[in-house]
């Protein structure tokens, strides 16, 4: 496996180190696992502040309750299958 080398500092290291030991898993796997994890967590605080944004926009909120309404009624329409 080929990589890249990062710099961290002592600390994170450390702590690296210490779950890598804690759950058995290559100090590489803990790390691809913990960015990933951020990744989300950024993805998702985005999505929910973008919602926000949206909830507090009336004329926004307003056309967004009309387009789920209009696609709410799809799901009493009878179509059987594709």
Do not use: C
Not at 22 to 50: S, W
Not at 62 to 68: F, I, P, T, V, Y
């Amino acid at each position: 496996m080929s990589g890249i080398a990062v710099k961290i500092d002592a600390n994170t290291y450390a702590k690296l180190k210490q779950t890598a030991a804690e759950t058995g898993e290559p100090m590489i796997q803990v790390m691809a696992k913990a960015i990933e994890a951020y990744r989300r967590r950024v993805f998702l605080e985005g999505l929910n502040a973008d919602f926000v944004a949206l909830r507090n926009n009336r004329r926004a909120w307003a056309e967004e309750q009309a387009e789920r309404a209009a696609w709410d009624v799809t799901l009493a329409d009878d179509v059987q299958g594709d």
